[in-house]
């Protein structure tokens, strides 16, 4: 697939690699309105790698303006037996309280600290896995697991809890490649005692993403309030056709929940020996758009390349240019 012909931005910069480390891009710290905690510049960038063969998250301030990043902090482990915990949307919904979601290789797991570089501890009273229907494409839900992303949007806040959407696909990794959709979950956090809970299922899931001919529309990207394309808000994902390389997609729309009148596009490409690009959070400066994602190597790449030849994922961005205010 090409990028689609009237696509309202111009790719300036592409940058693989941006720690230099092998650690995969989680994502940042948002306020509960939904916008990036930046201050000075400054922010909290969560990544995730392995070790001894399991999936950890890891934190470390990250500079907005120059994208160098401090020294990291290793902030969430697996559970005895999950083979991973991997941070991929962090609310800060008080100054001492700050919720997690991630994947712990089945579901969406949440946590909790006390700090953005506080250590996390799970709820384990939150149980958020998939269910048969649209989330296993009406199969078993053996071999399935859910994912969460950085797609947000606040339902409600008040002095007891908060409530909001949280984005969050569904997957399949297996002999016959991937598969998955888009949903949203809303989920409730009470601010005394720390506790998430999930309330529901959004009953207009999944989103109409994928294309009939598309074997996944997933990963989602952010929904910061402060970002906008075309006077519309975006919502960043990977598509995955039946044949062909992964491509990024983009939805536009002034629906916050991108339920109703939403434009998609064919954003960009694979660069380079990057063979997948997910788990997109972006940031807005004057009419620039800044896209932060995970980044693979392909195999090619790693065996040749001594900086990737450890079959990790990598931090890349990608800047683009806005090219006007409506399409």
């Known amino acids: 697939m090409n990028v689609s012909p009237n696509l309202p931005l111009e790719l300036i910069e592409h ?23 930046v201050k000075d510049g400054l922010g909290w960038l969560y990544t995730t790698t392995v070790a001894n063969e399991k999936w950890e998250s890891w934190v470390r ?22 083979d991973r915990a991997v941070l991929h ?14 994947c712990d290789g ?10 953005p570089d506080g250590q996390f501890s799970r709820d384990d009273a939150f149980d958020f896995t998939p269910e048969v229907g649209w989330e296993t494409r009406g199969g078993p839900a053996d071999g399935w697991s859910l994912e969460s992303n950085g797609a947000y949007l606040l339902y409600s806040d008040t002095a007891k809890e908060t409530i909001f959407w949280q984005g969050y696909d569904s997957y399949y990794y297996r002999k016959d490649g991937s598969l998955g959709d888009l949903g949203w979950a809303k989920i409730r956090v009470e601010k005394g005692s720390g506790r998430v809970s999930l309330l529901n299922r959004h009953p207009r899931n999944p989103l109409a993403f994928r294309k009939p001919d598309w074997r996944c529309a997933r990963c989602g990207g952010n929904l910061a309030i402060d970002v906008s394309i075309a006077g519309r808000k975006p919502f960043f994902y990977y598509i995955k056709p039946e044949a062909g390389p992964i491509v990024i997609g983009m939805a536009l729309s002034n629906d916050p929940l991108f339920l109703n009148d939403t434009e998609h596009f064919v954003m960009d490409v694979m660069l380079g020996e990057e063979d997948v690009a997910e788990k997109f959070e972006a940031l807005q400066i004057g009419n620039e758009l ?29 800047r683009y240019k806005i090219l006007s205010d409506t399409v």
């Open 15 to 37: 940058r693989p690699d941006i720690l230099g480390e092998a650690q995969g891009f989680g994502g940042f710290l948002f306020d509960v309105s939904g916008k990036l905690v």
């Open 61 to 82: 301030p990250f500079n907005f303006l120059t994208f160098q990043a401090g020294s990291p902090t290793r902030v969430l482990l697996p559970r005895p037996n999950d």
């Open 89 to 102: 949307h962090v609310v800060a919904i008080t100054e001492q309280l700050f919720v997690g979601m991630y």
């Open 106 to 115: 089945l579901g969406v797991g949440a946590a909790i600290a006390s700090a």
């Open 290 to 318: 800044v896209l932060f994602y995970e980044s693979r190597l392909s195999s090619t790449a790693r065996a040749a390349g001594p900086s990737f030849n450890d079959n990790s994922w990598r931090t890349a961005l990608r």
